[in-house]
């Protein structure tokens, strides 16, 4: 199986930044996706940022110019590095690994637990 921790959330001020860690660790063969969504109080679970194993990145129209997505597939880790946060930034984050587990497996999707970001003054 596949574990993803996911750490560096908390309460920061509008303007202030955080990393997002989310380290994966188990029986896993390649990774094609590493992403992040997030999910505000009361809305649905949306797109913040992903990034293909070639480097292609993609980010959500909200967070463009202020957050960065990188990885150290060497430790099969995904960040997050978000600047200039703001209120409605606020909500509980999660990664999302496209991976497999062998060579004769087909890819699965894995969520990390969860980690809430609160921007607040």
């Known amino acids: 199986q596949v574990q993803l921790v996911e750490s560096g959330g908390g309460l920061v001020q509008p303007g202030g930044s955080l990393r997002l860690s989310c380290a994966a660790s188990?029986?896993?063969?390649?990774?094609?996706?590493m992403g992040w969504y997030r999910q505000p109080p009361g809305k649905q679970r949306e797109l913040v940022a992903t990034?293909?194993?070639?480097?292609?990145?993609n980010y959500a129209d909200s967070v463009k110019g202020r957050f960065t997505i990188s990885k150290d597939i060497s430790k099969n880790t995904v960040y997050l590095q978000m600047n200039s946060l703001k209120p409605e930034d606020t909500a509980v984050y999660y990664c999302?690994?496209?991976?497999?587990?062998?060579?004769?497996?087909?890819?699965?999707?894995?969520w990390g637990q969860g980690t809430q970001v609160t921007v607040s003054s």
């Open positions: 188990g029986r896993i063969f390649s990774i094609d996706r």
């Open positions: 999302n690994l496209d991976l497999r587990t062998s060579p004769l497996t087909q890819n699965n999707i894995w």
């Open positions: 990034l293909a194993s070639g480097g292609y990145t």
